[in-house]
C-alpha cells in the first residue's frame, strides 16, 4: 500500500520532467549531447568571396602577381639579348612583337608585353618621357569622346582608370605609356595608341625610367627581332630622330587614347 500511494503522489507531468532531467545530466554536453536531444550541433559557415567587388581593390603587389600569372611566358618580363645602338635607359617599342624593351647596355635589356594601337592607330617615331605619374587621372580626348560619346568625361585614378597604376607621357602628344585595368589585352593591338603594360610592369618601368628619357617605337611593318635565352639577335638600323612634339608622330589619325 505504501509503494503504490507514493507513485500516486506523482503526476505524469512531474514523472516526465523527472526523466528529461535525468538524462540531461548523465549525457556529456557537446555535439553528442545536441544529438542526443535532437539538436544539430551549430557548425560555422564560409562564403565564397565576392570576386566582382575584391578584385582589384587590394594592395599594388598581389594584384599584380594575379595580372602576371594571366599572361603567356613570352609577354612575361624577362632580361634578353639586345643588341642596338641605344644607350642604356632608352625604351624601345617593338609594334609588331608587341613587346617593350628598356634598354640596359651591354647588350641586355628588360623586356616586356605590351598592348600597341589597333588597324589605323599605330604609329612610329622618337619621342621622350616628359612627365610621369602615378594613379593618373583620365580626361579622355575630344577625338574619341566624338567616336564613343557613352565615354566619361573624367576618370579620377584608381583601380577602376583605364589608365592603371602608373603612366608615363610622350611629349607634347596625347600618347602614354601606362598601365591598365584590363591585363587581357596585353599582346594585342587594341588600343587607339597608347602603350599598355600591367599594373606591374608598369610600375617597375615607371621605377627606372627617367623624364627625359628617349622613346623609340618602330613601325608595325619592321619588327625588332630580339630574343631571349640568349638566342641571336638580328641588328637594325637605328631609327631617325624626328622632331619633338605631333610632328615625331607618324600617324593619320588624331591622337587618341
Known amino acids: 500500500m505504501t509503494s503504490f500511494s ?3 503522489r506523482f503526476s505524469p507531468r512531474a514523472v516526465t520532467a523527472f526523466a528529461f532531467a535525468i538524462v540531461l545530466f548523465t549525457v556529456p554536453f557537446g555535439s553528442a549531447s545536441a544529438q542526443t536531444l535532437g539538436f544539430a550541433p551549430i557548425r560555422p559557415q564560409s562564403y565564397p568571396q565576392d570576386q566582382s567587388y575584391s578584385q582589384g581593390y587590394g594592395s599594388e603587389a598581389p594584384q599584380a602577381a594575379d595580372e602576371d600569372a594571366q599572361l603567356p611566358d613570352r609577354l612575361r618580363r624577362q ?3 639586345f643588341d642596338r645602338s641605344e644607350p642604356a635607359g632608352t625604351i624601345v617599342i617593338d609594334t609588331n612583337s608587341t613587346y617593350l624593351y628598356y634598354v640596359l647596355g651591354n647588350g641586355r635589356a628588360i623586356r616586356y ?3 600597341v594601337g589597333r588597324e589605323g592607330f599605330t604609329w612610329s617615331g622618337v619621342q621622350s618621357v616628359s612627365r610621369k605619374a602615378e594613379w593618373p587621372d583620365w580626361h579622355p ?5 566624338a567616336r564613343q560619346p557613352y565615354l566619361p568625361r573624367f576618370v579620377a585614378g584608381g583601380p577602376g582608370n583605364p589608365l592603371g597604376a ?3 607621357y610622350l611629349g607634347s602628344s ?3 605609356i601606362h598601365g591598365t585595368n584590363d591585363p587581357s589585352t596585353i599582346g594585342k593591338f587594341v588600343s587607339s595608341g597608347c602603350i599598355r603594360m600591367t599594373n ?3 610600375i617597375d618601368l615607371f621605377n627606372r625610367v627617367s623624364v627625359g628619357a628617349k622613346v623609340v617605337v618602330l613601325p608595325k611593318n619592321a619588327p625588332l627581332m630580339a630574343k631571349g635565352g640568349g638566342d641571336s639577335v638580328r641588328k637594325r638600323p637605328a631609327v631617325t630622330a624626328l622632331p619633338s612634339g605631333r610632328q615625331a608622330l607618324n600617324i593619320t589619325t588624331s591622337a587618341l587614347n
Open 79 to 81: 632580361i634578353v639579348s
Open 200 to 202: 606591374e610592369d608598369v
Open 141 to 145: 580626348p575630344a577625338e574619341m569622346i
Open 6 to 8: 507514493l507513485v500516486r
Open 113 to 115: 608585353g605590351v598592348g
Open 166 to 168: 602608373r603612366a608615363m
Open 174 to 176: 596625347e600618347y602614354r
